[in-house]
């Protein structure tokens, strides 16, 4: 079920920016810079209390923060005086975040390797054809 924030008058819907189930991005595409984004992303894994430690930290984007690596995320999060388990959270957020582009990158390549594979099959059929 989507989560309702509301910010001022206007109200946000956060399914709109994250999956309900896995608390990521719809896409990589959905992804968007900016401190308000990394906000609704840290409340759409219940982290948003941390948000401004995170901004002192230097990471205003959420994007800075999926391409740590593992130890710096624990790094940062003793930093900012993340509790235990919301230590793991985040360590999972940003593991399954680059799970999910990982993913998305093979896809890409399968279907752009398919394609030229199919191309290069009609080119060799027509090759065939004019001899």
Known sequence: MAKTATRGSSSLAL???????????????????????LGDCLEGIGLRAYLEGILDGGFDDPEDLWELEEGDTKKLADEIGMKRGHKAKLARWVRDYRERVKAQAAAAWKSLATSWFSEQRKVQEAMVLCK
């Open 15 to 37: 399914s709109s920016i994250v999956d309900d189930q896995t608390k990521m991005p719809a896409t990589v595409e959905s992804v968007y810079r900016g401190p308000g984004r």
